[in-house]
Nanobody, 129 residues
């Protein structure tokens, strides 16, 4: 059964760091693109960072550029999101999602969550002093 499981969320002070992991099981991540999305209370879900096999591109939401880094370890079937210099406005539930449509650029599918085929249950990140 195809499954995505996020881990690494938690409470962190402003300026701190966290690394989220998205472990895929039941399928090989070689055949999927996996990205990170988030949803803050009362707000719509938004794409945070995605990585594309089609053209090797990466996408970062403007507010996280220079602070977050996405990476992929195919041997471990895992995608990571390193988050540095965290701000209170980064507080949200972070979801990883996978799409079989690996012909899209990272920016394309990161801005269109409806193209994603599978979703994890989410990891809560709270940035607060």
């Amino acid at each position: 059964q195809l499954q995505l499981v996020e881990s690494g969320g938690g409470l962190v002070q402003p300026g701190g760091s966290l690394r989220l992991s998205c472990a895929a099981s039941g399928f090989s991540s070689d055949n999927y693109d996996i990205g990170w999305f988030r949803q803050a209370p009362g707000k719509v879900r938004e794409g945070v960072s995605c990585i594309s096999r089609a053209d090797g591109s990466t996408y970062y939401r403007g507010s996280v550029k220079g602070r977050f880094t996405i990476s992929r370890d195919d041997a471990k079937n895992t995608v990571y999101l390193q988050m540095n210099s965290l701000k209170p406005e980064d507080t949200a539930t972070y979801y990883c999602a996978a799409t079989r449509k690996t012909y899209y650029s990272a920016g394309y599918y990161c801005e269109r969550d409806y193209v994603m085929d599978y979703w994890g249950k989410g990891a809560l990140v709270t940035v607060s002093s």
